[in-house]
């Protein structure tokens, strides 16, 4: 595994855990990755979902996890209590644009319409060259394959300024994320 300059990573992911049990597995599957990895785990800081089960795994494994939360989530995503680090941010802007500043890389796990929108201000941010990091993510079960097909469409359809695949990459499984990264 090459991860050159990486350590830290911004993982976006459910406050819910879906309803197929790999969601859980792979995420705390990653989690003891990036703890082995010895890379800091940059989040939005919930209990609850995937978030708490990647948050665990990074914790119970010995890795560092800093949380960033805004207040008005607090309650709502029920702050994880455990954490490395916490911040608590004034709103979902200020969240973001902290998790984007503070990481090397970004993964996305499934989730719903807000992890879909911390995906994709990534995603726009890396076209307009706000920044130029690295988007992974993890395909678990098909999850993110109509997504995949949806961006080749809108780039078949002249609405990208570049591949897809020049900045975001989909992966099956954890260890592929990481044999990837580089």
């Keep these: 595994?090459?991860?050159?300059?990486?350590?830290s990573v911004a993982v976006f992911c459910g406050s819910r855990t879906g309803k197929n049990p790999?969601?859980?597995?792979?995420?705390?599957?990653?989690g003891k990755l990036i703890a082995m990895l010895r890379l800091k785990?940059?989040?939005g800081g919930g209990s609850t979902g995937l978030m708490g089960v990647i948050a665990d795994a990074v914790l119970d494994n010995g890795g560092s996890v800093m949380g960033v939360i805004p207040q008005l989530?607090?309650?709502w995503e029920h702050q994880h209590k455990s954490l490395t680090e916490i911040a608590i941010v004034p709103d979902m802007h200020t969240r973001k644009r902290m998790m984007y500043e503070r990481s090397d890389a970004a993964?996305?796990?499934?989730?719903?319409?807000?992890?879909?929108?911390?995906?994709?201000?990534?995603?726009?941010?890396?076209?307009?060259?706000?920044?130029s990091k690295k988007i992974y993510l993890l395909n678990s079960d098909g999850f993110y394959t109509h997504l995949h097909?949806?961006?080749?469409?809108?780039?078949?359809?002249?609405?990208?300024?570049e591949l897809p695949e020049e900045r975001i990459f989909f992966c099956d499984t954890p260890v592929e994320i990481f044999n990837r990264i580089g």
Excluded at 1 to 7: E, H, K, P, R, V
Excluded at 109 to 127: A, R, S, V
Excluded at 149 to 161: A, D, I, N, S, T
Aim: no cysteine; net charge negative.
């Design 1 to 7: 595994m090459n991860l050159m300059n990486i350590q």
């Design 22 to 30: 790999i969601f859980a597995k792979h995420a705390a599957e990653l």
């Design 41 to 43: 785990m940059i989040y």
């Design 73 to 75: 989530l607090v309650e």
């Design 107 to 131: 993964i996305i796990l499934p989730g719903g319409l807000g992890t879909l929108d911390e995906m994709f201000e990534m995603l726009t941010w890396n076209q307009l060259k706000i920044h």
């Design 149 to 161: 097909h949806h961006l080749r469409q809108m780039e078949k359809e002249g609405f990208l300024y």
